[in-house]
């Protein structure tokens, strides 16, 4: 090891030691480095993935609408600021999906946006270093690149070593110009495994968002925030004018929407008969009690008369009494874990939605 080599050790040295902090030196970091509090956090990265029309880019262009123009979104606080939308897929209708959003929400209208409707290469690190140098005007805040595929240039977006090229020249943007850079991806086949392509990119980003056909946006990842409670949406569409042939042209905008409600899936196999032996029993012999323990204005049976039932469509048949009320005890614990069906001493009955 020659002399000039020792010098530029001892220099790393000396900076690594000034960046040491001893454990009794530590406070609590107690300010937050949000960009949209429990979603996005500043100077970081984050993917929001779905299925082809999904709605992603409206909730994207929802999302970054309200950064730009610093306002709360969806009930969550805001640290806003200039916006640069990269519409590297789908170029045509987004003057027509921020022109529905300004008309339909004016305190939108002179949000902080530039929109680039250019296809970009972020796989190369010429058009990484392109993009900080053409921005002009204050530093945004929020870089968004939609979608991955049309930004990954000559790269495979299947294999970890082209993805962190990619990820990398995301990481240069940010660093460049202090923004949280989103990406817009698309979904693999299976949507319920994330987003498609190589799994580096889940594993490098902060925050990782899914927008699906169902109007469901969620938070599967969130580095240094607890994750949000889900949201839902849905796209009402907006009259932007008429065409030269005098047709109505027309794009959307999101709104709010509550959950969806839980739909029980159909029973099948021994869980059916079992239920239409009940049914059977609640026909045939079923009555009303009254009680703080009973339903209202509902039958209720005698279980032994729901055995009996159980017995006749051929559940609980058996080569001994024991195995019988083996089988049928297994019968009512599985409707009952199936939220299908209540029991209160010898008495059962259905389960409604108001129960």
Known sequence: MNVMTLNRSSERAAELAKKMVASRDVEPTLATNYLMKGWL?????????????????????????HVAANLPWRGHRVRGGAVLYIAAEGQAG???????????????????????????DLYGSQDALA?????????????????LARA?????????????????NCKLIEEATGAHVMVVHHSGKDSDKGARGSSAFRGAVDTEISVTADGKIESH???????????????????????????????????????????????????????QALDDALREHGSSKSGNFYPVGRKVVHIDHWRAA??????????????????????????????????????????????
């Open 41 to 65: 956090d500043r100077r970081c990265q984050s993917i929001l993935y779905g299925a082809s029309n999904a709605g992603k880019t409206f909730v994207v262009l929802d999302m970054a609408m």
């Open 94 to 120: 987004i003057n027509n999906r921020i022109a529905a959003i300004k008309a339909d929400k004016p305190d939108l209208a002179d949000a902080d946006l530039d929109v680039l409707p250019s296809t970009v």
């Open 131 to 147: 993009i900080c140098e053409a921005i002009s005007g204050p530093p945004p805040v929020l870089i968004i690149v939609d979608t």
């Open 152 to 168: 990954m240039g000559g790269g495979d977006e299947n294999t970890a070593k082209d993805a962190a090229v990619f990820l990398a």
């Open 221 to 275: 990842k969130q580095r240094d925030q607890p994750k949000p409670d889900p949201l839902y949406f849905s796209l009402r569409p907006v009259v932007l004018g008429v065409d030269e042939d005098g047709e109505e042209v027309t794009s959307a905008v999101v709104d709010a929407a509550d959950p969806p409600k839980a739909t029980k899936k159909p029973l099948t196999g021994k869980n059916e008969v079992a239920i």
């Open 310 to 355: 159980c017995k006749v469509h051929g559940l609980t048949g058996g080569a001994s009494e024991s195995s019988e009320r083996m089988a049928f005890k297994r019968a009512k614990d599985k409707l009952m874990d199936l939220n299908e069906v209540r029991e209160w001493g010898d008495h059962v009955w259905r389960v409604q939605e108001d129960d």
